[in-house]
Every structure is written in structure tokens, then in C-alpha cells.
């Protein structure tokens, strides 16, 4: 780790195609202010990517990266963070790619507390498709796909992260800058899973879920005194449906990491040359 590293460090020779005034700009630029201040830099950063317009986001940042299959970016994290314990592991996606074809991923890599922090950009749409609606879309929400709405409630992500044993559960707007990155520092600095849904507006195809919707609507659960190591509270906030909360919901500030609990501690990312003894009598006794 250096402290000499600036957050223009991370940015890669690549120039961003989402739409002028995506969410997800501001949602990278905190990322990686956040990896800098903790002293990381690009040699010892891997960011791994789902699919949507967030899963872009790994060819934007100059680090370590994989674009992975929808839906499987924290099953790629959790294999990079067990292999190589020493690194800085960052997950990024979205809505659709983390709570819907990914969410029985993102259960299990919650309850094991992976020691990584996990960046959701939730627009509360399918934007890379066009509009359709997604896991956290309003029920009344109209898309070309669900013109009376999807009539089902939007999945609690907090809420399936707080049932599902988090250590850290917070959540950010990509607007409010200094926020936005505090809270992903803190998730970085967390040692545990570090779960950070950030409110990322889609410009394009969402008209309801807007920055103005969201600066008139946020309350910040730092201003309003909420502590995070209260249990109790922190479900009363999360499972709060009239209000829109930014900041740290949850910490467990007794924590203890996943590679930490099974005793992985060293790089287990190099592979002595030749197959383990027997190993083809193995493969022959299936095959």
C-alpha cells in the first residue's frame, strides 16, 4: 500500500460511454477517492464487474479486473479475496445483476463475510436493455414491459442483507460526493463483507427515481444520530419502506473475516507444477 497514490491513479486511458449524467460516474469517482484515502493503489486493487451498465465499470478503473457473468461478480470476488488475502478486493454491479439473477450469490457471500467490499449501483431500472424494470423498480413503476407497473414489491436489498448476517450495511447517493466516499471508505476499512448500495439515478429511463427525488427525499442517518452498532435501530431504519436513508445502517464492530475464520492467511494463488498425487485416478474413476 502507498500513501503517495491519488485517486486520478486509478483511472484507466478508457473514456466512459454511459449517458451524460449517469449515476455511475459519480459512483466510480467515490470508489476509487475511497481505494486512494485507504491507502491502496492500482498494483494491489482487483475490481470485479457484473453485467449492466455498472459491469463497464472494471475497463474504466486502472487496477486489476474481470468482467464477469451476469450475476456471478461475488463468486469471482470471493475466489480472487481467498487466493490472494493480501489484495484489495472491490465488487461492483448493479439492481438487476446483484438482487435478481445474482441474489443467491450476494446471500451467501454476505453470511460468510467475505472480507470485500460489494458496490451496488441501484437506478432502480434495466437501463443497458432499455428500460424494463428491475428488483428494486417501484411497484407501480411503467415501463414498455410493465405498463401498469410490475405490481410486485421491490426487493429490500438492506433488508436481505441484515437477514442474511451482514457485518456492514450502508447505503449512499453517487451525487453527494464527500458521503458517497466516506461511507465506501468505511466499507473498505471494514473487516468483513462490506455492503454498500449506492442510489445511482439512470437519467435516461428513469424519470421518477431522479437526483432532485433523491436530494429533496434523503436522510442522512449520521445528522439524525442513528448508531450503526445498534442491532435493533438498524433493522428500524432498514425496514423503514416512507423513508429514503443514506449512510451506515449496520456495523458489527466485532467482525471477523471469512479467510480469517479458516486460517487463510497466506497467497494461495500459485499452483506447484504437476497434478496433485492421484488426482488422475480421480478424474478416471468419473470419467
Known amino acids: 500500500m502507498s500513501s503517495d497514490v491519488r485517486f486520478t491513479d486509478f483511472k484507466s486511458d478508457k473514456q466512459p460511454t454511459w449517458c451524460p449524467g449517469c449515476g455511475d460516474f459519480g459512483t466510480m469517482n467515490g470508489m476509487m477517492k475511497a481505494l486512494a484515502e485507504t491507502g491502496n493503489d492500482p498494483d494491489n486493487t482487483f475490481v470485479v464487474a457484473g453485467i449492466g451498465c ?3 465499470i472494471g475497463t474504466y478503473m486502472h487496477s486489476y479486473a474481470l468482467h464477469g457473468v451476469h450475476g456471478r461478480a461475488l463468486p469471482v470476488g470471493t475466489g480472487v479475496k481467498m487466493a490472494r488475502p493480501d489484495i484489495e478486493v472491490m465488487v461492483a454491479g448493479g439492481d438487476g445483476d446483484g438482487y435478481s439473477i445474482g441474489a443467491g450469490h450476494f446471500v451467501h457471500a ?54 442474511s448476517g451482514a457485518s456492514f450495511i450502508a447505503q449512499s447517493f453517487a451525487s453527494d460526493a464527500l458521503r458517497h466516499q466516506e461511507i465506501v471508505q468505511q466499507a473498505i476499512e471494514h473487516d468483513g463483507f462490506g455492503f454498500v448500495n449506492v442510489f445511482s439515478p439512470c437519467v435516461t429511463f428513469n424519470d421518477v427515481d431522479t437526483y432532485d427525488y ?9 445528522e439524525a444520530g442513528h ?11 432498514i425496514l423503514d419502506s416512507d423513508k429514503e436513508y443514506q449512510g451506515v445502517m449496520y456495523q458489527d464492530e466485532n467482525s471477523v473475516p471469512y479467510h480469517e475464520q479458516h486460517g487463510v492467511t497466506e497467497d494461495m494463488s500459485e499452483i506447484p507444477d504437476g497434478a496433485p498425487e492421484d488426482a488422475m485416478d480421480l478424474v478416471r474413476e468419473f470419467y
Not at 442491532?231 to 431504519?237: D, G, I, M, Q, S
Open 214 to 222: 433523491f436530494r429533496d427525499n434523503l436522510v442522512d442517518l449520521e
Open 110 to 163: 454476505v453470511r460468510r463475510n467475505v472480507d470485500m467490499s460489494y458496490i451496488v449501483m441501484d437506478n432502480r431500472i434495466y437501463g443497458l436493455t432499455k428500460g424494463q424494470a428491475s428488483p428494486t423498480s417501484r411497484s407501480d413503476f411503467e415501463t414498455s414491459t410493465t405498463p401498469e407497473g410490475p405490481k410486485q414489491p421491490p426487493v429490500n436489498p438492506l433488508a436481505l442483507a441484515l437477514a
Open 227 to 237: 448508531d450503526p452498532s445498534d442491532y435493533e435501530a438498524a433493522k428500524e431504519v
Open 54 to 56: 455498472s459491469g463497464k
